[in-house]
């Protein structure tokens, strides 16, 4: 009964971890330093 919400919560999983990946190149490519990307689990992730 709960699968799709388990699919949307991975969906956005997949996007904000995309997001900061993109944050994180253009903080590397802007300044050349290695930002911290956090990949905790869904629920520890404040959006």
Same mark, same amino acid.
């Given at each position: 009964?709960c699968e799709w919400i388990?699919?949307?919560?991975?969906?956005?999983?997949?996007? &904000?971890?995309?997001? #900061?990946c993109k944050a994180a190149e253009r903080a590397?490519?802007?300044?050349?330093?290695?930002?911290?990307? &956090?990949?905790?689990? #869904?629920?520890?992730?404040?959006?």
């Open positions: 009964m388990a699919d949307i919560i991975q969906d956005c999983q997949k996007v &904000y971890m995309a997001t #900061i590397i490519a802007s300044r050349g330093i290695t930002p911290v990307i &956090y990949q905790g689990p #869904i629920d520890q992730i404040v959006l």
